[in-house]
Antibody, heavy 119, light 109 residues
């Protein structure tokens, strides 16, 4: 069964870049059937889609975050990554990575990682 | 952007009773709608996709219906483990965009 695990710093300073990695096990990130995505959830609030990437490298981003987001894939490590630049306190959230199989619904999720933006 | 609106924000239900949750889209999303369950401290779990198809391992007491702009998630007889927050998500205009509803919290009455 596919499993996903987020990793990265839990604390980021304002104006800096948030960087997270999602490691995939139990399947290949190069599969043509899958989209890989990032979703976040501020404390006590709802879910917000950040963006997704196809195995080919095609990327799609939430328009509200597009100017600050980069998602990439490293097939050699079976990982995909998120970079969010110029962060503020509003970017404090639990960040989840997830996979879409055959349609753009999120079939499997990582456990999530809390990233706090603070000086 | 397609806006997803869920109602009510909070639903108080007794164990064993039926729960009916609503999700409305600002424009038609056909049947390209998913439902998720999220318990405190956990990642969301896919329950329903294609508006009415249960995901693998999801009990039959969960059912989804609707198409176009109006959708419903029904839990036929609430079990203790069903008290959680439920989110809908549209994927009709994918690519390039996906949107979630604001969630409905199902709490014990």
């Amino acid at each position: 069964q596919l499993q996903l695990q987020e990793s990265g710093p839990g604390l980021v300073k304002p104006s800096e870049t948030l960087s997270l990695t999602c490691t995939v096990s139990g399947g290949s990130i190069s599969s043509s059937s899958y989209y890989w995505g990032w979703i976040r959830q501020p404390p006590g609030k709802g879910l917000e889609w950040i963006g997704s990437i196809y195995y080919s490298g095609s990327t799609y981003y939430n328009p509200s975050l597009k100017s600050r987001v980069t998602i990439s894939v490293d097939t050699s490590k079976n990982q995909f990554s998120l970079k969010l630049s110029s962060v503020t306190a509003a970017d404090t959230a639990v960040y989840y990575c997830a996979i879409c199989i055959a349609a753009a619904k999120f079939d499997y999720w990582g456990q999530g990682t809390l990233v706090t933006v603070s000086s | 952007e397609i806006v997803m609106t869920q109602s009510p924000a909070t639903l108080s239900v007794s164990p064993g009773e039926r729960a009916t949750l609503s999700c409305r889209a600002s424009q038609s999303v056909s049947s390209n709608l998913a439902w998720y369950q999220q318990k405190p401290g956990q990642a969301p779990r896919l329950l329903i996709y294609g508006a009415s198809t249960r995901a693998t391992g999801i009990p039959a007491r969960f059912s989804g219906s609707g198409s176009g702009t109006e959708f419903t998630l029904t839990i036929s007889s609430l079990q203790s483990e069903d008290f959680a927050v439920y989110y809908c998500q549209q994927y009709n205009n994918w690519p390039p965009a996906l949107t979630f509803g604001g969630g409905t919290k199902v709490e014990i009455k």
